[in-house]
Nanobody
Framework: QVQLVESGGGLVQAGGSLRLSCAASGLTYSSYVMGWFRQAPGKEREFVATFNWGGSTTYYAFSMKGRFTISRDNAKNTVYLQMNSLKPEDTAVYYC??????????????????WGQGTQVTVSS
C-alpha cells in the first residue's frame, strides 16, 4: 500500500519560513517523481514544485520561484519543501504527490498517481 505522509505545516507570520516533509512508503521510489501542490479554500489545486526524472532539474510555479526550494533524500524516500518569505496568499493545504517517471507534464494534477493527505499552512499578516 502506497502512503505519502506530509508533515511540517502550521501557523507562521508573514515573512517567516516553514519546511514541509513528505515520506513515501510502499512505492518503487525510483519509478516515480515527487512533487508538491497546494489548494487554497475555494480554489483549484495548483502546482508548486517538482523535479525532472533523475532529480537534476527542479521546476517551480512562477510565484514561488526564489522563495521555495524542493529537495529530496533518496535514502529516506523523503521529499522536502523549504518555504521562505511566506505571504498570506501562500495559505493553503499543501500536498505531496508522485507521478510515474515517464509522465512528461510535471505541473498537471492529472499526471500524479498518488497523493498525501495534505498539511495545512497558514500565513498570518
Amino acid at each position: 500500500q502506497v502512503q505519502l505522509v506530509e508533515s511540517g505545516g502550521g501557523l507562521v507570520q508573514a515573512g517567516g519560513s516553514l519546511r514541509l516533509s513528505c515520506a513515501a512508503s510502499g512505492l518503487t521510489y525510483s519509478s516515480y517523481v515527487m512533487g508538491w501542490f497546494r489548494q487554497a479554500p475555494g480554489k483549484e489545486r495548483e502546482f508548486v514544485a517538482t523535479f525532472n526524472w533523475g532529480g537534476s532539474t527542479t521546476y517551480y510555479a512562477f510565484s514561488m520561484k526564489g522563495r521555495f526550494t524542493i529537495s529530496r533524500d533518496n535514502a529516506k524516500n523523503t521529499v522536502y519543501l523549504q518555504m521562505n518569505s511566506l505571504k498570506p496568499e501562500d495559505t493553503a493545504v499543501y500536498y505531496c504527490a508522485a507521478r510515474p517517471n515517464y509522465w512528461g507534464v510535471y505541473d498537471d494534477v492529472r499526471g500524479y498517481e498518488y497523493w498525501g493527505q495534505g498539511t495545512q499552512v497558514t500565513v498570518s499578516s
